[in-house]
């Protein structure tokens, strides 16, 4: 699906289901603040944020169920959970991992010098290739629950191939409107915007031959 026609059909399924999405936004935004406030105190506290994983885990697990059956219960956001909490971690590791370590390689390339400077871009750059990855990612992890991850990392790069320009445009939307979320004050970005997001990017990612199932 092109990007704006997955924008489109977020904003109606996000429409469309919109009171349990709100219920399920806010319950991991909330998470998301209350541990970043934890993290404010105390430095331990950011091994909760692995917590986050399973939680994003589920909700991309309604956002998938939504494609593909057109409708959601609040219910399959604990039937998420129990599918994937697992994987919800190892992604969640992963994308504790990746910023970790671009702060590290750019510090380090950053503080050698002027001709280290042109791989301290390009650690910039893989940053970005990588966040944007995530949008086929997630999707990918949830709809292919019974594939090894090494499979759904290898499909979603390949997704990512595919598609490298709708993929960054595509994130670069979603950015845009989460970044409006938070400036327009924090009750848009509980009710809509990761939810949103997270429509969207399932739209985009998942095959367009999904039938609804029963």
């Known amino acids: 699906m092109t990007v704006g026609a997955s924008l489109r059909a977020a904003l109606r399924d996000f429409y469309d289901q ?4 709100l219920v399920l936004n806010t319950a991991l935004t909330t998470a998301a603040i209350a541990i ?9 506290a950011l091994a909760l944020v692995l917590g986050l994983g399973p939680l994003a885990a589920a909700l991309m697990h309604c956002a998938v169920t939504i494609v593909r059956e057109d409708d959601l219960r609040l ?3 604990l039937v998420g959970l129990g599918l994937h909490w697992r994987r919800g971690f190892a992604l969640g590791l992963i994308g504790i991992a990746a910023p970790g370590l671009t702060v590290i390689a750019f510090g380090f390339y950053a503080g050698s010098g002027r001709l280290a400077w042109p791989l301290a871009v390009v650690v ?13 990612l997630w999707p990918l992890a949830v709809f292919e629950r019974e594939a090894p991850l090494r499979v759904v990392l290898l499909d979603a790069a390949v997704a990512l191939v595919r598609r490298p320009g709708a993929s960054v445009g595509l ?11 938070v400036v327009a004050a924090l009750i848009p970005f509980f009710t809509l915007t990761i939810a949103y997001s997270f429509l969207a990017a399932a739209h985009f990612a998942l095959p367009r031959d ?5």
């Open 124 to 136: 910039l750059y893989l940053a970005v290739l990588f966040a944007v990855y995530q949008l086929s």
């Open 18 to 21: 919109s009171w349990r999405l």
């Open 210 to 214: 999904l039938a609804p199932e029963a």
């Open 75 to 77: 219910r399959d956001a």
């Open 36 to 44: 970043a406030s934890l993290v404010f105190y105390t430095p331990l």
């Open 171 to 181: 994130a670069v939307t979603l950015f845009l409107v989460n970044l409006a979320g």
